[in-house]
């Protein structure tokens, strides 16, 4: 089932036969390297295991699958899911494979989604959270209208921690 379209993604479940492709972030130390450490090929596979067991994203919690409209490729990730420091909060996230990085993709992902959860969802507010060495996300982030909101370290990483509140 498809959660919403921007004008050249589509954003999807995550399906059992995304493995591979699931694996193809998670085991990426480009992809991973501002996100979290990188997984082996089992432990990706016990993710996507995971995720699927909680049954169908909702628009205030869960794990997407990004595909490009003209080819219908998996490209990347979409999450809508607590902070894992912070679990009371809601943190909106993406990941896309690097031959898609510098298209503009990650922004138009951010703005649609971040649209869908407002739309979809009576949390009043939601982050983003980036380590704060990565300048492109942080970009992303306030192109799709988040603001600064606080830097903290978290087990030795700095963080910069943006919001956005609804009116």
Excluded: C
């Excluded at 130390?29 to 090929?41: C, D, G, L, S």
């Amino acid at each position: 089932m498809f959660a919403f379209e921007t004008e050249r993604l589509r954003v999807r479940d995550l399906l059992v036969t995304d493995k591979e492709n699931f694996f193809l972030l998670n085991g990426s130390e480009e992809v991973m390297r501002y996100i979290r450490p990188v997984k082996t090929r089992e432990e990706s596979d016990h993710q996507l295991e995971q995720i699927l067991a909680l049954g169908p994203s909702v628009p205030h919690n869960g794990r997407w699958a990004v595909e490009e409209k003209a080819t219908g490729r998996f490209i990347g990730s979409f999450a809508i899911i607590p902070i894992p420091f912070d679990p009371l909060k809601t943190q909106l996230g993406y990941s896309f494979i690097p031959e898609y990085w510098g298209r503009g993709l990650a922004s138009e992902l951010a703005v649609e989604g971040l649209a869908y959860f407002l739309q979809n969802s009576s949390i009043p507010e939601i982050y983003g959270v980036t380590e704060t060495p990565n300048i492109a996300s942080q970009k992303v982030l306030l192109k799709a209208g988040f603001v600064y909101h606080s830097t903290r370290m978290v087990e030795g990483k700095e963080l910069t921690i943006y919001l956005v509140r609804r009116n």
